[in-house]
């Protein structure tokens, strides 16, 4: 039978590459920075353009589709998931290293139907890898499959995690606990590309056994989440349980064993939902 989704997702690698270049063409300007949140969550103009850029060819092809991409939320657009097929777009995924060069940036692509997830993309523009999955179909990257790492025992695995965009003393205060719970377990390292969207593309690839964030967005992770299961992986929620991607918590990991184990030394707090109606 033929795939009711794939003219989307061959779409959606088509301007992923696309965007790619844009991005790398922006890094050889001058990168203007401005920030949303707080003082260290970032945007450039380049984040901006690189939205319209996937939203208007998306809307041309597939006029009745919606779109959740972190920019336009950050506009102030809705961001609720629905039942309706559903773009979820970070024009760039670590705008942070965008902004200094630091060479991992991706665009990542999420597609989802009825709240699942159906296709993820995720182009690592720097490193020219195109890392794809379709539901039910494996993961790849640049066409080769990908497997997560076999290895069960946490104290030979590498960890990934990022510090995030908050600042906030008690979110500050729960990230190093968590840190430090982890580290001394001990695991063989810690890791952080600054990429929620690679972060979790190396875990499919089988180089880390395991990521974790809390204060993620589901931009950062749609794409990701599915091609880690498809590379054999499993998400969790840092207090164990399913996840669920409004939540702004993650785990990924290449077995539910390194997942619970995590779970017990993650000091879990809960930012507001992506999905919250905006305060008065
Ligand atoms: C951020 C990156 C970063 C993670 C943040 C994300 P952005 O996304 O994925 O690694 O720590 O939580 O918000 O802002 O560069 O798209």
New binding site residues.
């Given amino acids: 039978m033929a795939d009711q989704w794939q003219s989307s997702m061959d779409h959606a690698v088509a301007i992923a590459r696309r965007a790619g270049e844009v991005v790398r063409e922006a890094l050889l300007d001058d990168r203007a920075v401005m920030t949303k949140s707080s003082s260290v ?3 450039t103009q380049t ?1 901006q353009k690189v939205e319209q850029l996937i939203i208007q060819s998306v809307k041309e092809k597939f006029p009745t589709h919606r779109f959740i991409g ?1 920019e336009s939320v950050a506009a102030g657009e809705s961001c609720v998931l629905t039942d309706c097929p559903t773009w979820i777009i ?1 024009p ?7 902004v200094h060069a630091f060479p991992f940036v991706a665009v990542s692509i999420g597609f989802s139907v009825n709240k699942q997830v159906e296709f993820g993309v995720v182009y690592s523009c720097l490193e020219d890898k195109m890392f794809t999955a379709r539901r039910g179909k494996g993961a790849f990257c640049n066409g080769q499959p990908l497997e997560v790492s076999e290895q069960k025992d946490i104290q030979q695995s590498i960890v990934a995690t ?4 908050s600042r906030a003393p008690e979110a500050v205060d729960r990230i190093f606990c968590s840190l430090k719970n982890v580290l001394s377990i001990p695991v063989h390292g810690l890791r ?6 690679i ?1 979790m593309c190396l875990v499919a690839s089988g180089c880390v056994e395991a990521y974790y ?1 809390i ?3 589901v ?2 992770v749609a794409a990701g989440s599915l091609i880690v299961c498809e590379a054999g992986g499993v998400l969790m929620d840092v207090e164990g349980g399913e996840v669920d991607l409004m939540s702004r918590r993650i785990i990924a990991a290449n077995s539910r064993t390194i997942a619970e184990r995590l779970v017990r030394e993650i000091a879990p707090f809960r930012p507001p939902r992506d999905d919250a109606p905006p305060p008065n």
């Fill in positions: 969550d970032l945007v984040d972190e970070d760039i995924d670590g705008t942070t290293n965008f990022e510090f995030g965009s952080g590309a600054g990429t929620a969207a972060n964030e204060g993620i967005h931009w950062d």
